[in-house]
């Protein structure tokens, strides 16, 4: 019994900032895998001219200059980039606008979980519906990470702008670019952000709030619903005193 008494409050400490730090976890796997523009590589004979493309941006793995232009950069490039420094024009598809959405959405809706998952604990009261909220938050942050997985068949992958471009202003380089896309390292780190709001929104569900441990010490083992170790019996009113025969009170 000591030994309980003694880790309690590792316990309550868990209890309270476990889907803080699991939401947290996915947020970073979650941003690196939309926005770092790793999500999907596009792979080439030459290994430093290895196309990486994400929803939003591209890049290869060294700058590539071509008669002294510099067509392709280290760094993460908006493709918008290709159509106001180079004129090339492109069109996305549907399910990349979708994709767009999604991973801004899942960023968003983790953002505010992982904040209020952070903030209520340290709250006076806590109820079930705002831990509950926090769990709802971040099963939708789930639900939007895992659907921007779709990048696989959208135009990002099938039709990329930045191969496009390559193939028709640069085809020396452009016909060493495959069709369509790999699985890059975003995308794996998209699969681990979508387990992990999954967990965290299943913590939050699933386990009562953090404070419920300490403002209800009681167990609740006797019958009707009584505290273990109180009668429950119904309190009997006081018996009234019995008038005498000759009308007159009892002593």
């Not at 976890?25 to 196309?51: E, I």
């Not at 990329?160 to 202003?169: C, D, Q, W």
Request: hydrophobic share 40%; aromatic share 12%; glycine share 8%.
């Amino acid at each position: 019994m000591e030994a309980v008494k003694r880790f309690t409050p590792v316990f309550r400490a868990v209890k309270r900032f476990t889907p803080a730090a699991l939401a947290t976890a996915a947020m970073f796997c979650g941003l690196f895998a939309n926005f770092n523009c790793r999500s999907v590589t596009f792979d080439t004979p030459v290994g430093d001219r290895t196309l990486y493309a994400s929803p939003f941006a591209y890049r290869t793995v060294a700058s590539v200059e071509f008669q002294d232009d510099l067509y392709l950069y280290n760094t993460c490039r908006s493709y918008r980039n290709l159509r106001n420094d180079f004129g090339f024009d492109y069109e996305i598809d549907s399910k990349t606008k979708v994709v767009r959405a999604f991973a801004i959405m899942a960023t968003v809706t983790g953002l505010i979980g992982m904040i209020l998952s952070y903030v209520v604990p340290f709250l006076k009261t806590v109820t079930a519906q705002m831990w509950q909220g926090i769990g709802v938050l971040l099963m939708m942050s789930c639900l939007f990470q895992g659907l921007s997985m779709m990048i696989m068949s959208s135009s990002i992958c099938l039709d990329n702008p930045a191969v496009a471009f390559l193939k028709e202003l640069y085809p020396v380089f452009g016909s060493t670019l495959p069709d369509e896309c790999e699985i890059g390292v975003g995308f794996k780190t998209n699969i681990a952000a979508t387990a992990l709001f999954f967990v965290a929104g299943t913590f939050a569900l699933c386990i009562s709030p953090p404070h419920d441990d300490e403002s209800n010490p009681v167990t609740w083992g006797g019958t009707n619903g009584s505290p273990e170790g109180e009668d429950n019996a119904p309190t009997m009113p006081e018996e009234e005193q019995a008038p005498n025969a000759d009308g007159g009170e009892s002593k």
